[in-house]
């Protein structure tokens, strides 16, 4: 019986970089890391309300930093459209999801006394 034909290999996009799994764990790590700070600041109350939002913030920035370059594959080179596309959205997508959970919490604050 003869083995089934095997596809093609396709050279990876020139825009994107290659996601192997030793850039996979990385980011897994780092993400992880950058989850378990903030959740430490707050679970031990290490830090006054305004900085350990401050710490959320920066840490969340970092965390979509690290999505974007780790498990995306999009690497920081002013070549590609695609990359700044990318980044726009991403960009838009936490602008609508930082700011519509503001209003709302602020929103409910404020009916509430």
Do not use: E
């Amino acid at each position: 019986m003869a083995a089934a034909p095997r596809p093609p290999d396709r050279p990876a996009s020139r825009h994107c970089k290659v996601v192997t799994i030793g850039s996979c764990l990385v980011g897994v790590v780092l993400a992880s890391v950058l989850t378990a700070v903030p959740f430490g600041f707050v679970a031990a109350r290490a830090l006054p309300p305004k900085q350990t939002f401050a710490v959320i913030g920066v840490a969340a920035i970092a965390q979509v930093v690290v999505h974007l370059l780790y498990f995306l594959g999009l690497d920081l080179k002013p070549s590609s459209q695609n990359k700044l596309a990318a980044l726009g959205f991403a960009a838009v997508v936490l602008i609508v999801l930082v700011g519509g959970t503001l209003w709302m919490m602020f929103g409910r604050y404020y009916r509430m006394m």
